[in-house]
């Protein structure tokens, strides 16, 4: 039989460093950047403070459309009627958050039954009791929440978002 001319002689520490090297290299390369997320509360960016409406324009679960960070971010103002974690106002229970769905940037409905903004496109559903959590459908992130604010006259200010707004790159204005 004969032999190949371009044969390697290589030795077994030779064999098992070139493995190694080429497992941590894939092992790298699996590594995934998480996008930046909030703690419940804290804006992810701070906006200038908006004034959205007031306590007293707010009916029990029917939502209040607003726009913020600007005029092309439509968005909601709803009172839950129970006290949630990431609420505003007197009994805790006014949340905002964005109806653009971060999926496919579709327009949402609030469902008043189980307190979810919905999305028509994919049917991606958020529930706005937990923060805007995704609770079903195709969106690979929560939805947009605004930080808010209540002052002693019932005014309601957003001060920022914990999530990026679909379609932009950053959430700079």
């Given at each position: 039989m004969a032999s190949c001319e371009k044969l390697v002689d290589m030795g077994r520490r ?33 906006y200038p403070a908006n004034l959205l409406g007031n306590v007293s324009d707010l009916t ?114």
């Amino acid at each position: 039989m004969a032999s190949c001319e371009k044969l390697v002689d290589m030795g077994r520490r030779q064999f098992l460093r070139g493995a190694g090297i080429g497992m941590a290299s894939a092992a790298a390369a699996t590594v995934v950047a998480q996008p930046a997320q909030a703690a419940p509360g804290q804006a992810l960016v701070n906006y200038p403070a908006n004034l959205l409406g007031n306590v007293s324009d707010l009916t029990l679960n029917e939502p209040l459309d607003v726009a913020y960070p600007d005029d092309s971010a439509p968005g909601v103002l709803i009172k839950l009627g129970t006290k949630v974690e990431g609420g505003a106002g007197p009994d805790g229970d006014i949340v905002g958050f964005s109806t653009i769905c971060p999926h496919k940037g579709f327009p949402m409905s609030f469902d008043a039954n189980d307190k979810t903004l919905n999305c028509p496109g994919h049917y991606s559903r958020f529930d706005c009791e937990k923060g805007g959590q995704q609770v079903w459908g195709h969106a690979t992130q929560n939805l947009p929440q605004y930080i808010l604010r209540v002052d002693d006259k019932g005014d309601i200010y957003a001060e920022g978002l914990d999530e990026l707004l679909y379609g932009r790159l950053s959430n700079v204005l």
